[in-house]
């Protein structure tokens, strides 16, 4: 697909009470892994290079929380905006940013295409945004659809079924939706009162104010959006599962420390996304700061040599210095291979104290240093 070639900016509605779901705090201030909903989805949006601003609207109350989250997870490209008392008031407040100079809010540049998003859906990824985003610029306005989990019945006066729809042909509109900002900042302009505290569809607004078809763009299935209880636990259960999904292997480049790494590579490709790099951990490499950036958080370094503290410290200093949030907790297995002839091991005590010294310390930035010590005996042959 060809890179995004307009302005584009994103509105992410977080402003309900999530009454469905039940509970003081509102869905979208819920903690997974320790972290609020919200900042999934601003995180998603802030890693696409292509979208310049991300409004997050939340109602008056929860204004200070969100901009704390948005300090505490140092988020960038963010403006806080007040809410309305239903979620087309909310997208409309969020609009409006980009097209009316409000005292409060600086005037944002107006983009051609906007996206609209909620905030409580949090695992929307690139490629569907670029998909809305391109068919949002040929066709004014488009969505993400997935096929109907239910058949959708309506009752008549009395409570018994009136008709069914063959749900074939039916989809549930899901989010991401893009749309020409002009189009859908037009519909909500012409919006009744009626729509905008009783309507759910920013897609039919367009059609009805600004008859724009939108092309209906088929999503994943983890597009959906908590709403009760159980989609908490199915939301934090992906995070889990996403993290433990990727590994980077770091070797020395001495060969057969690097040759190691290779197998081990080798061996688990089929189960997570592994990356195994041979480096001097002296140096600054731009390799292994994208794969900071790409948010790993587990490593295994592999070394062969007598002062293994020096060598995790200065991967511990590279991923702080990185500036990735250190959100979960980092992972670090040290494995000390020790290739020698005789059954001694390379590493002193005194090194394996400093290493256990050492691991108490970073357990305070939540990185959770692990060691492994592997005895390899060399054949000589004759
Ligand atoms: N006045 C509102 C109402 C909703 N939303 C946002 O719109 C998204 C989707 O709405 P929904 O799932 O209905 O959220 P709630 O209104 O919070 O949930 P409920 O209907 O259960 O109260 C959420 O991110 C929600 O915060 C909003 O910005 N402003
Ligand atoms: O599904 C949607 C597509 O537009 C919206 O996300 C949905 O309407 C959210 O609002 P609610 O759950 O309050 O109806």
Known sequence: MEPVSAAVSAVLPAGGSGE???????????????????????RAMERVSWISDIIVVVSPENIETMK?????????????????ITRHRSIFNGLKVFAENQSSNRLLQKPEVVIIHDAVRPFVEEDILLKVVTAAKEHGAAGAIRPLVSTVIASGEDGCLDHSLERARYRASEMPQAFLFDVIYEAYQQCTDHDLDYGTECLHLALKYCKTNAKLVEGTADLWKVTYKRDLYAAESIIKDNLSQQICIITDLKEAVAQVGFLLHESLKSQVKVEAISISLRKND??????????CYNFLCINDKEYATEEIQQLVDMLEKSNIPLLYPVILILVHLSISENISFSIGLEELTKIKKFAREVKKKNILVYGLLIQCKVFLLP
């Open 20 to 42: 469905r779901l039940g509970g003081a705090t509102p869905k979208q201030f819920c903690g997974l892994q320790g972290r609020p909903l919200v900042s999934y989805a601003v």
């Open 68 to 84: 704390s989250i948005v300090e505490k997870y140092g988020h960038k490209r963010v403006t806080v905006v007040k809410g309305g």
């Open 286 to 295: 731009s390799h292994l700061q994208n794969i900071f950036s790409g948010e």
